[in-house]
């Protein structure tokens, strides 16, 4: 399986007026037209998924969107309570195991730092790994049999201007 993690665009910050809930956050002006170059980024790249799963929240969810619209993928795209910044790794691990049939190419769209601990739990067995994952950055891991804990090869981690540079 090769799962692909994507962190959300730029959004409004926390206590914007009107956006008092974390969940409601909008992606900014200038997060969707990044997300724009991202997703020409990842049709450049010829990535395409077998499943798009995103957090429901409203930034990640307009992320997921943004992808899966430039790549064709809207029929394909699902939400996951397990994605959210309190989500559940071992949740979604399992989730992802009892899918039939088994994915090969997967889109996580979320937040931090659920997806650093879950690069770094997949890769190391230690969810507490530092690194400096980006909005609108994507990762990918290689897996052979997904499981909670140590798993995966991180293969690459881009940045959102590195993937300007493709698009």
Same mark, same amino acid.
């Given at each position: 399986?090769?799962?692909?993690?994507?962190?959300?665009?730029?959004?409004?910050?926390?206590?914007?007026? #009107?956006?008092?809930?974390?969940?409601?956050?909008?992606?900014?002006?200038?997060?969707?037209?990044?997300?724009?170059?991202?997703?020409?980024?990842?049709?450049?790249?010829?990535?395409?998924?077998?499943?798009?799963?995103?957090?429901?929240?409203?930034?990640?969810?307009?992320?997921? !969107?943004?992808?899966?619209?430039?790549? #064709?993928?809207?029929?394909?795209?699902?939400?996951?309570?397990?994605?959210?910044?309190?989500?559940?790794?071992?949740?979604?691990?399992?989730?992802?195991?009892?899918?039939?049939?088994?994915?090969?190419?997967?889109?996580?769209?979320?937040?931090?730092?659920?997806?650093? !601990?879950?690069?770094?739990?997949?890769?190391? #067995?230690?969810?507490?790994?530092?690194?400096?994952?980006?909005?609108? #950055?994507?990762?990918?891991? !290689?897996?052979?049999?997904?499981?909670?804990?140590?798993?995966?090869?991180?293969?690459?981690?881009?940045?959102?201007?590195?993937?300007?540079?493709?698009?």
């Amino acid at each position: 399986m090769n799962l692909f993690l994507l962190r959300h665009g730029i959004a409004a910050e926390r206590d914007t007026p #009107g956006y008092e809930r974390d969940a409601d956050r909008p992606l900014t002006p200038k997060g969707e037209r990044r997300l724009e170059q991202i997703a020409d980024a990842m049709e450049a790249m010829g990535l395409t998924f077998d499943l798009i799963i995103s957090s429901p929240y409203l930034r990640a969810r307009q992320t997921a !969107e943004i992808v899966a619209a430039a790549l #064709g993928l809207k029929k394909k795209l699902e939400f996951s309570e397990a994605l959210t910044p309190d989500g559940d790794p071992q949740a979604l691990v399992a989730a992802l195991n009892k899918m039939t049939p088994q994915p090969e190419k997967v889109l996580l769209v979320g937040h931090e730092p659920f997806l650093s !601990e879950l690069i770094s739990t997949l890769t190391s #067995g230690d969810a507490h790994i530092a690194m400096d994952f980006k909005k609108g #950055g994507l990762c990918k891991l !290689e897996i052979e049999t997904l499981r909670p804990g140590r798993c995966a090869t991180l293969a690459w981690l881009l940045t959102p201007r590195q993937m300007a540079l493709m698009a």
